[in-house]
């Protein structure tokens, strides 16, 4: 039986929801849109369009993908950032509307700089920088082979790859001992404390990487290791800004008490969380 548009998406919708899929309307709509290569718009307008039988076929199989627990950006293999749209694979944590607190400030302490992404991921925040500041260069570290590829892959189609390098890295542990090269270092590090694993979605603890999302016990080791290694690495005055959980901020407070950083600021989230912690070298 030939479905139309309104009436597959109105199936996916029912089938999304009786699976506890949130706005399960809009991700039908999005699985659609990527079916059918065409935008929300069009779904709108053409709403009693039949879809052709293979395209039915491979949306309904989408959306039982969907139903399972599997995350839409894994499905699609896209997710939005910053304005702009990022390859996306299991190997890679899904960017976050939080990160781009993390951009926004990074971008603020940026004039020309030469900076480094610790656990780059799918290379969003390194990525978005360069696009953002055409003079700057970055080095790009992650301890995940196959999440540095789709590092490379995101840079080369925003046009940045070539002032970017991409090195296989535990933290700093590739770059040379005591070189101050850079003026800023990002990261958005795994900081979910193993505790709260169990608690978190399934479309989360189920499917994305868990070496990016935790790194064990409290979820501090890795915030420790940047606050600990990274001064050796930056320029005087240079600045260190990274993503830290919701219940965080005191821990990293007394962290920074320990160490040769100013605390400069922490930033909350749209929620009020504090969630951007900024550091100046001193």
Known sequence: MELSIAEALSEASRILQAAGVPDARRDAASLLTHVIEKNRTFLISHGEEKLAPN??????????????????QYITGYQD????????TPDVLIPRPETELLVESALGLMD??????????????????????LQARGVALDVSSAAL??????????????????????????LPKNSAQFDLIVSNPPYVAADVV??????????????ALTPGTDGLSIIRRLITEARQFLRKDGHLVLEIGFDQGEAVRELVK??????????????????????RRL
């Open 55 to 72: 395209e039915s076929e491979i949306f309904r199989e989408l959306v039982e993908r969907r139903a399972s627990g599997e995350p839409l």
């Open 81 to 88: 950032f910053y304005g702009r749209a990022f390859r996306v």
């Open 112 to 133: 020309g700089s030469r900076f480094c992404d610790v656990g780059t991921g799918s290379g969003c925040i390194a990525v978005t920088l360069l696009c953002e500041r």
């Open 149 to 174: 590829a789709i590092a490379e892959e995101n840079a080369v189609s925003h046009g940045v790859n070539e002032r970017l390098e991409f090195l296989v890295s535990d933290c700093f542990g590739a």
């Open 198 to 211: 169990a608690g978190l979605q399934r479309e989360v603890k189920d499917h994305e990487p868990m070496v």
């Open 258 to 279: 320990d160490s040769q950083f100013d605390l400069a600021d922490i930033r909350p989230d749209l929620a009020g969380i504090p969630r951007i912690v900024i550091l």
